[in-house]
């Protein structure tokens, strides 16, 4: 029997992503979303950084459950915006903003910052959360910039306008392998696979 591993993230993109990288690595793990709980109310995200409201979701989702919990919480740094949206990325335009709503609204307020300045990362933090084990907290980041209109359909969120350094192409150009081997995410998610893999061995 493979074991069970809850993502707590309410995000399809995520839960493929995910599932996509256990299978990659051959681990016999089930991977569950927030849609196989019956009964969740999300969380209060209100903490200061990404590993504080990572960790916020994974201990949720492991009391609502009683599953090992994987949660991330992730979004893009610009620095001359102070470095947000930050924790707020996924709701910049507002509470129920889309993804176009929050990529338009950056693009307006970047519209006259000059390409030498518009330096920019994308920050993926995960918290792993089991029962009689302390919760392990991750942080990865891809550094690049933040270009003046969008490029691409793959990915979501804010990839159609991060061109990453050393990349000619958008992450929303990118294949989902490209993607992967590169991304915030992926290289958060490639850290916790050990613990991943004594999970599925458990």
Known sequence: MSGRLLLASGNPHKLTELRRLVELAGLDLQVLGLRDLTGW???????????????????????????????????LEVDVLGRMPGVRSARWAGPGASD?????LLL????????????????CAVA???ADRPPLVLRRAVEGVVLTGPRGENGFGYDPIFLPDDYEITT?????????????RGQALRALL?????????
């Open 172 to 184: 929303a150009e990118m294949t989902a392998a490209q993607k992967d081997a590169i991304s915030h």
């Open 194 to 202: 050990p613990s991943l893999a004594e999970l599925a061995a458990a």
């Open 41 to 75: 109310s999300d969380p209060v995200e209100d903490g200061a950084s990404f590993e504080d409201n990572a960790l916020i979701k994974a201990e949720a989702g492991h009391r609502a459950s009683g599953w090992a919990t994987l949660a991330d919480d992730s979004g």
């Open 108 to 123: 307006r307020q970047l519209a006259d910052v000059e390409p030498a300045r518009r330096q920019a990362r994308f920050v």
């Open 128 to 130: 792993l959360v089991q």
């Open 100 to 104: 176009l709503d929050n990529l338009e």
